[in-house]
């Protein structure tokens, strides 16, 4: 018994060894997926129980494979594999979405979560047939690298153009192919506050950003601090100020979409006065007297601790972290805070609501930023384009629009958001889309240079006490020449 193991893993480290020095392409790709799936499961009877030494030694192998190729292996040879960025439970929750395209077309799929941008390479190398990416910027390259399937070989591309925002359908068209399929998206543009300690106070929900000053304005006469703003986030610091600057110029009169499109290519510069606009409206926030909680320690102290003043509580979730934040004897120690939806993970036990990003103007068109998820296809096979028209169609997503997600097609059923915590943004959002209003994230569109660099290195600077003048000239000149 002991030999026959030393023979496997003497054959496998043989097969990894000549694995990972095959160039990538898609015909390599099938003949590593094909050599290692028959290998995996003829030799090693992957499908013995996980109580057999068959099964146990099986499993071990299976670990390995997954490190090398950055999924699981599977013995039927029909079964669809994709990666995406997901926890367990959100992977379980696309498996049991999936589970219903399988009942009805018998083509079994199986979803990991795993490391997108670490593991790329492996998964294009070893045969995955789809990936769900949260960072669009690659889909071009990889596109161009002849590396994508183009999904309007064989899509119904009148439906997709009804059914996804002329936006959501650009950022995945590289040279009039369609490269991906938006599945989820999720909102930023939302105030978090305390719902029982806001009725008990009397305050009213902001219909307009006049109005947000004006609650601003209220909570500092009661004796109160309107706004959490915590935003340390180790070498990201900045982005949660970001997101403030793209909010406000996606709703500005004087700016909107199109200024917000052209900004993110730099065709409307930073010291444009739309964006030098959006830069001073954030200063009346940070900058008016007893606006902000802790502001000599706003850029020092964690962004997701910026519930705790709020509820004057110590979140378990984040250990040592937030015990800088001052200890409060009458929450709230602030009131607001503005966040994205995944701020929900940070309020646990917490009677916290949210209300949307106000407009300035709440005659102009719905409009709600934030970030999205896009499946890319990676092998062309029948089961798969099987696949991806499911994505593209309507009758995918019930079972993740139930668990809070919400969904990129804008004609799916609106009672399938049946979470009351989901069920307002995804209204709001539903509503961007058919206004074609709804942007991703500017600072993730821009260069990285920009986006992930001098955008959130400047912008803290600005809180810190720079000019508006200083800042955005100091972007303008670090955007990379070759796109100016």
Not at 313 to 328: I, K, T
Not at 339 to 356: C, E, H, L, N, R
């Amino acid at each position: 018994m002991g030999l026959r193991y030393v023979r496997f893993w003497l054959f496998w480290s043989l097969i990894f060894s000549v694995v990972w020095l095959l160039p990538t392409s898609q015909a390599n790709a099938k003949r590593c997926a094909e050599n290692l799936r028959k290998a995996y499961c003829h030799s090693l009877h992957c499908e013995a129980t996980a109580s057999s030494s068959h099964g146990r030694a099986c499993q071990v192998l299976n670990d390995i494979y997954r490190a090398q190729a950055g999924f699981s292996i599977f013995c039927d040879d029909r079964t669809l594999r994709l990666v995406g960025p997901f926890g367990e439970s959100e992977a379980a929750v696309q498996n049991q979405e999936l589970a219903r395209f399988t009942e009805s077309t018998g083509i079994p799929v199986r979803v990991e979560g795993g490391n997108i941008e670490a593991d790329l390479e492996k998964l294009l190398a070893c045969g995955a047939d789809g990936v769900f990416v949260p960072q669009t910027g690659m889909i071009a390259e990889l596109a161009s690298q002849g590396r994508l399937v183009d999904l309007s070989k064989f899509a119904d591309m009148n439906q997709v153009n009804e059914d996804f925002s002329e936006t959501l359908r650009k950022i995945v068209t590289i040279n009039g192919g369609l490269y991906g399929v938006w599945t989820s998206l999720q909102t930023k543009s939302l105030i978090w506050y305390p719902v029982e300690a806001f009725a008990k106070a009397g305050y009213q929900v902001p219909q307009t950003w006049d109005e947000l000053i004006a609650l601003s304005d209220e909570i500092v006469a009661d004796g109160g601090t309107p706004w959490c703003m915590y935003f340390e986030s180790a070498e990201s610091t900045g982005w949660l100020l970001t997101d403030w600057i793209e909010d406000i110029v996606l709703r500005l009169p004087g700016a909107g979409p199109g200024v917000y499109d052209d900004w993110v290519s730099h065709k409307v510069l930073f010291s444009d006065p739309p964006i030098k606009d959006a830069f001073a409206r954030l200063g009346e926030i940070l900058f008016t007297p007893d606006y902000v909680f802790d502001p000599e320690n706003i850029a020092t102290i964690p962004f997701f601790c910026a519930f705790v003043p709020m509820f004057g509580l110590q979140s378990d979730l984040f250990g040592d972290a937030c015990l800088a934040v001052p200890e409060l004897v009458n929450p709230p120690g602030c009131w607001l805070h503005r966040q994205a939806a995944f701020a929900i993970d940070f309020t646990a036990g917490s009677d916290v609501g949210y209300f949307p990003f106000p407009p300035f103007d709440p005659n102009l068109p719905s409009v709600q930023m934030g970030s999205g998820i896009v499946a890319i296809m990676t092998r062309d096979t029948p089961e798969g384009r099987a696949l991806f028209n499911h994505f593209l169609g309507r009758s995918y997503g019930e079972v993740i629009a139930a668990n809070g997600s919400v969904l990129a097609n804008r004609n799916i059923p609106s009672e399938w958001y049946q979470q009351p915590g989901s069920a307002l943004y995804a209204e709001q959002i539903r509503n961007a889309l058919v206004d074609d209003g709804f942007r991703l994230d500017a600072s993730d569109l821009m260069p990285f240079e920009v986006g992930g660099g001098s955008f959130w290195h400047y912008i803290t600077q600005f809180a810190l006490g720079a000019s508006i003048d200083e800042a955005t000239a100091a972007i303008d000149a670090s955007w990379p020449a070759a796109q100016l």
